[in-house]
T-cell receptor, first 113, second 113 residues
Framework: DARVTQTPRHKVTEMGQEVTMRCQPI?????VFWYRQTMMQGLELLAY????????DSGMPKDRFSAEMPDATLATLKIQPSEPRDSAVYFC???????????FGPGTRLTVT | GENVEQHPSTLSVQEGDSAVIKCTYS??????FPWYKQELGKRPQLIID?????GEKKDQRIAVTLNKTAKHFSLHITETQPEDSAVYFC????????????FGQGTTLQVKP
C-alpha cells in the first residue's frame, strides 16, 4: 500500500529556531505539493514541484520559508526563523503527470512557542 | 484564478439520514473534482472523484454529481453512520498540467447516533 510519508510527525520548537520538515512522495509520483492547515484557513497551498523543479511557490512567505526537492524521493520545507504564527499542520501530497489523484501524507504538527 | 466555494460550513444529521454538501467553482474549464474526508488528527483522504466528462459517480453510500452548466458539484452521503463524522473538502482542478487543486473551505459533518 504505497503512501506518502512525512517526518517528523510532531515538532515543538521555540521562536527563532529553524524547522525542517521532510516528505517522501509515492514512488513514481513526480509532483509534490506542500499545504498548511490551520483552523481558520483550511488547506492553504504553499508550493509545489514537478520533477524536482519548483512550479509555483507564490503561496509561501519568502522571507522565512523555503522549499526544495533534492531528489525524487525527498522534498523539504524549511522555516527560518520560526514564529508562533507558523504553528499549524503541514501536509505534503504527491501526484504525477497522468495521475489525476493527489494523495496526502500524515502531516507534521508544528508548534512554535 | 479559480475559486471554490463550499456550503454548508457545518452540517448535523441524524444517523440514517442523508447528507449533501455543495461546491461551486469559478473556472468553467476545470476538469477534475475530488472529495476528501478528514477525520480529527488525520490526513485528508480521497473518497471519491469525478472528471468533467461524467455527470455522476457512485461508490456504495457516497455519490458525486457534477453540473458543468451551473459550475457546481455535490457530495451525497446516504444512510449516514457515526463514522461518517469528519470534515469534508471539495476541490477543483483548473486546466493546466500541474495537477494543482483549489480546495473549498471544508464542511464539518456530525452524524448523531
Amino acid at each position: 500500500d504505497a503512501r506518502v510519508t512525512q517526518t517528523p510527525r510532531h515538532k515543538v520548537t521555540e521562536m527563532g529556531q529553524e524547522v525542517t520538515m521532510r516528505c517522501q512522495p509515492i514512488l513514481g509520483h513526480n509532483t509534490v505539493f506542500w499545504y498548511r492547515q490551520t483552523m481558520m484557513q483550511g488547506l492553504e497551498l504553499l508550493a509545489y514541484f514537478r520533477n524536482r523543479a519548483p512550479l509555483d511557490d507564490s503561496g509561501m512567505p519568502k522571507d522565512r520559508f523555503s522549499a526544495e526537492m533534492p531528489d525524487a524521493t525527498l522534498a523539504t520545507l524549511k522555516i527560518q526563523p520560526s514564529e508562533p504564527r507558523d504553528s499549524a499542520v503541514y501536509f505534503c501530497a504527491s501526484g504525477g503527470q497522468g495521475v489525476w489523484e493527489q494523495y496526502f501524507g500524515p502531516g507534521t504538527r508544528l508548534t512554535v512557542t | 484564478g479559480e475559486n471554490v466555494e463550499q456550503h454548508p460550513s457545518t452540517l448535523s444529521v441524524q444517523e440514517g439520514d442523508s447528507a449533501v454538501i455543495k461546491c461551486t467553482y469559478s473556472d468553467s474549464a476545470s476538469n477534475y473534482f475530488p472529495w476528501y474526508k478528514q477525520e480529527l488528527g488525520k490526513r485528508p483522504q480521497l473518497i471519491i472523484d469525478i472528471r468533467s466528462n461524467v455527470g455522476e459517480k457512485k461508490d456504495q453510500r457516497i455519490a458525486v454529481t457534477l453540473n458543468k452548466t451551473a459550475k457546481h458539484f455535490s457530495l451525497h452521503i446516504t444512510e449516514t453512520q457515526p463514522e461518517d463524522s469528519a470534515v469534508y473538502f471539495c476541490a477543483a482542478r483548473p486546466p493546466s498540467n500541474t495537477g494543482k487543486l483549489i480546495f473549498g473551505q471544508g464542511t464539518t459533518l456530525q452524524v448523531k447516533p
